[in-house]
């Protein structure tokens, strides 16, 4: 459970910036939200094949990315694998998903460290989600572990005070997703429904977000959505 950590608005950390003041902002005659940054990012927003079970839309290439961001954990792996398990984890590792869809290639992965401690840390750097994991309601509306996550975007301001309300979520999220992931959940927090849909929002969290932050995402909005 993660511990919910008071509105500060003096904390700062070195992520791109989610807005140009914490101070609320109005809305405009229109119910556009003003005052927010508006991020040049293409949020690709669309539902995504149930074949796709981890948060890594360009695998190959994303998964370049998370092993330079963490090379001590995959310095880790290659110190408890011999040399030829090592090669054959490296071969599975890059292997495209055209080749290799993502539950065999998790099923490798899993076989391949299966004598290791690294095999809950891989699925959560690359968001690997089970594919019961995600419900819809009546509506066809996503939702995860029964919480509608859009009820968040009914509170704009909150929204937009969300990086210094909780600054550990985004310290996470920092160290887990990729750059290019890290952006697009920015820009997707604050995009106005206008848009982007609650469907293709919903569509953006659920893509981006691993478990253990969906988790953490999921109590942040509870809480937001019920306190006075």
Not at 46 to 57: C, E, F, K, Q
Not at 90 to 109: F, H, N
């Amino acid at each position: 459970m993660m511990d919910v950590i008071p509105r500060n608005s003096s904390v700062t950390f070195d992520l791109p910036a989610l807005i140009t003041t914490t101070e609320p902002e109005a809305l405009d005659a229109e119910g556009d939200y003003q005052g927010l940054a508006s991020p040049c990012i293409d949020i690709n927003a669309h539902i995504i094949p149930s074949t796709i079970l981890v948060a890594l839309l360009d695998r190959e290439r994303e998964m370049n990315e998370i092993v330079s961001h963490n090379r001590p954990f995959f310095s880790s792996i290659r110190q408890q694998l011999d040399p030829v398990r090592w090669a054959a984890f490296e071969s599975v590792l890059y292997t495209k998903r055209q080749e290799l869809p993502d539950k065999e290639w998790i099923a490798g992965i899993e076989y391949l460290l299966r004598q290791t401690s690294s095999v809950g840390t891989f699925k959560e750097l690359v968001g690997y989600i089970e594919n019961d994991q995600i419900f819809a309601d009546d509506d066809g509306q996503d939702l995860t572990g029964n919480v509608d996550l859009s009820r968040i975007r009914s509170h704009p301001e909150r929204l937009a005070t969300l990086k210094s309300s909780y600054p550990q979520f985004f310290i996470n999220c920092q160290q887990i997703l990729s750059e290019d992931q890290l952006l697009q959940l920015q820009a997707a927090l604050i995009a106005p429904i206008s848009k982007l849909s609650d469907e293709q929002w919903n569509d953006v969290i659920n893509r981006t977000l691993s478990p253990n932050l969906m988790d953490q995402f999921k109590e942040i909005v509870e809480y937001e959505v019920d306190v006075v």
